[in-house]
């Protein structure tokens, strides 16, 4: 058996479930292969596809790509023709697919939720576009629930394409009545899942519902449902069955619903896991604002551990930082800091600090959307009587006033909190402690 490397593609990729739902698969399948994120800024994916696909054999595609990769490949399956979007791509053939429709139907199937009668779909995205047209295509009678124009526009190309009638409503409008609600939006989803796109009175009457969000496992929405009776679907099973499908496609793998089913659960355990527990917190600010020194008090008060980036940057590349900038520039740091920024991001319980200038990229605050961020506000004039000695430091010269201003929006934007800074150590730990 050889090693063989796949990955999913995708701009900002720091909370995906892909690389363990896959490695399942490809344990259950007895095959050794690498799954491995790959992110591609937005003004390069053209220029590095090509390279890129060469290196795997097989490659996942995700947000925002999935309608940018179709040019590049040499051709398409017929649901991914019919869906305008790729998913899943066979390196050997070029041939882009789409497994998302698959996924969907099989979750109904081993939820028990028949696809029929009066189907009400929650949104117009690229998720509720394929639910409405399979339940359209399935001969049902069906809704779109939409809160702009958009979910006009989307009924208008069902039945132009299907030659069906679409009826379209505004949220407040859904009084209940459904053999079947399916969920297409992120309203619910971790961290508001205090939230539900429908109250509970607007599913009287109604027979089942498939909630495609599948963090948390049971939704405000799904439970609303149990409490009606209703059959209740969630979108784990979607997820791991619409992977599956890629392997099916690659090496011609094949899965009985007993082992997806053992995937699904492990997935959902995972999911818990990760999501559950403190969380981590992540201080930023500009050199000298006492990220280092507040953070080792702040882990050791509270029992987590400590994590630099710039540490855990240095440690990696065997270099000083200053000696990274001279060897592969600022862009070449930047993209060590981000990968090592998505490594710390998947601590839990950890209290990390960030280099001055990594809050600045918003693919770092992405990464670091499941912790608590909190900028810690010092004056310019504490900075620079911290730190004005320092040599050592990159960038702290007369341009510092100048880099100062324009980095504190950006750090107030990256932040859930901002904290007064200007005092000693404890007074600081104790205004982020009366803050958690
Ligand atoms: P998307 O393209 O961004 O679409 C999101 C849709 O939700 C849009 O129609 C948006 O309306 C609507 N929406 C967002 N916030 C809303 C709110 N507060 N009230 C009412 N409508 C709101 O996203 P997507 O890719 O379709 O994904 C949607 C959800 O499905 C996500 O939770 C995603 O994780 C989940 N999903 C699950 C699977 C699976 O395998 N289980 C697969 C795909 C997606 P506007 O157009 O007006 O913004």
Redesign the pocket.
């Known amino acids: 058996m050889s090693r063989s490397s796949f990955a999913l593609i995708g701009e900002h990729l720091a909370h995906s479930m892909s690389p363990f739902i896959h490695k399942q698969l490809f344990k259950l399948s007895g095959r050794e292969a690498d799954y491995r994120l790959i992110e591609i800024e937005s003004d390069k994916l053209e220029s590095e596809f090509d390279l890129t696909a060469s290196q795997l054999k097989g490659f996942n595609v995700t947000?925002p790509y999935k309608q940018r990769v179709i040019p590049l490949l040499k051709g398409l399956s017929g649901d991914a023709e019919f869906y305008g979007a790729v998913n899943c791509v066979d390196v050997k053939s070029g041939i882009g697919h789409n497994t998302?429709a698959y996924?969907f139907l099989k979750a109904l199937e081993v939820s028990g939720i028949e696809l029929s009668g009066k189907v009400l779909v929650?949104?117009?995205?690229?998720?509720?576009r394929t639910v409405a047209f399979e339940a359209a295509r399935a001969g049902c009678e069906v809704t779109i629930a939409?809160?702009?124009d958009?979910g006009g526009l989307l009924g208008k190309e069902i039945a132009r394409r299907l030659g069906c009638e679409m009826e379209v409503l505004r949220?407040s409008d859904i009084k209940g009545g459904y053999d079947l609600v399916v969920n297409?939006?992120?309203?619910g989803?971790y961290p508001n899942v205090s939230a539900s796109?429908l109250e509970y009175e607007q599913l009287e009457g109604c027979r089942a519902l498939f909630d495609?969000?599948?963090n948390p496992c049971q939704t405000k929405l799904m439970r609303y449902a149990l409490r009606r009776g209703m059959k209740v679907g969630g979108?784990?099973p979607?997820?791991v069955w619409?992977a599956a499908r890629s392997h099916e496609i690659w090496y011609s793998a094949e899965f009985k619903p007993a082992d997806i089913e053992g995937i699904v659960e492990l997935a959902d355990a995972e999911m818990a896991a990760q999501f559950s527990g403190p969380r981590s917190i992540v201080l930023c600010g500009f050199m000298g604002c006492g990220k280092s020194s507040v953070g080792k008090a702040l882990a050791a008060k509270l029992g987590m551990e400590f994590v630099d980036t710039d540490a855990l940057i240095v440690e990696r590349e065997g270099k000083a930082i200053s000696e990274i900038f001279a060897s592969v520039g600022e862009e070449g740091f930047r993209q060590i800091e981000h990968e090592v920024c998505v490594e710390a991001a998947a601590l839990k319980n950890a209290v990390i600090a960030v280099g001055g200038g990594a809050m600045t990229y918003e693919r770092n605050v992405k990464a670091f959307e499941g912790c608590t961020r909190i900028f810690l506000d010092a004056a310019f004039d504490t900075v620079k009587a911290r730190i004005g000695a320092d040599k050592s430091r990159p960038l702290f010269d007369e341009g510092a006033v100048k880099l100062y201003n324009s980095r504190l929006p950006l750090y107030k934007r990256a932040s859930d909190h901002t904290v007064d800074a200007n005092g000693g150590i404890e007074e600081t730990l104790e205004r982020i402690l009366d803050l958690l």
């Open positions: 947000i998302d996924g929650l949104g117009n995205g690229g998720a509720a939409s809160r702009s958009k949220f297409a939006t992120p309203v989803m796109p495609l969000i599948y979108g784990m979607m997820l619409q």
